[in-house]
């Protein structure tokens, strides 16, 4: 492999679990960066990101990942681009429960879509909108001619976002020829 470590962002809604996740697969002690969440208007957890989470991950070929979590709120939209320099990919974490959870992945495909188009979107937090039916995602990406791959996970579940990572290497290996 080309590649000795790769770094990965996890970007999308307040809420959506990007800290969850980085903690989920870390095999380091992550790196968080949150305060008291101000914004319960938006949100009602009690902490959130203001800076960026880090966590690492060593593939099974030894291969490192630097797991890199964005804060949620546009707000602090002016530190994504610098968090995102140098990723091979976006993870767009998307929260099922939101009041207009299509809204939010338009908003967060546009913002993250000009530092890189290798995105995986995943949206979570299922069990807490389950009459809302899941086929509405699939139906906004083929309406807006888009192709990128989606999950419905759990970020508590280090499987399930080991699955997100997997698939975002497996893209841009096979997108440069860089498999075996």
């Not at 698939?167 to 841009?172: D, E, F, R, W």
Request: charged share 20%; proline share 3%; aromatic share 8%.
């Amino acid at each position: 492999m080309i590649l000795h470590q790769y770094k990965i962002v996890f970007g999308g809604t307040m809420g959506s679990g990007k800290s969850t996740a980085i903690k989920a697969l870390s095999e380091i002690e992550v790196l968080s960066t949150e305060a008291l969440n101000t914004d319960t208007e938006s949100h009602e957890k009690l902490l959130t990101t203001v800076g960026i989470d880090y966590g690492e991950l060593t593939l099974d070929d030894g291969v490192k990942v630097g797991l890199y979590g964005t804060p949620g709120q546009d707000r602090f939209d002016f530190i994504w681009a610098v968090i995102c320099k140098g990723a091979i990919g976006t993870i767009v974490m998307i929260d099922h429960a939101a009041e207009n959870p299509l809204l939010d992945l338009e908003q967060y495909l546009q913002a993250f879509q000009p530092f890189g188009h290798n995105i995986v979107i995943a949206i979570t937090h299922i069990d807490r909108m389950p009459e809302r039916t899941l086929s509405i995602y699939r139906d906004w990406l083929k309406a807006k001619e888009l192709n990128y791959p989606m999950f419905f996970i759990d970020a508590r579940q280090q499987d399930d976002v080991l699955l997100l990572v997997e698939t975002l290497i497996a893209t841009i290996e096979v997108h440069y020829g860089l498999t075996n």
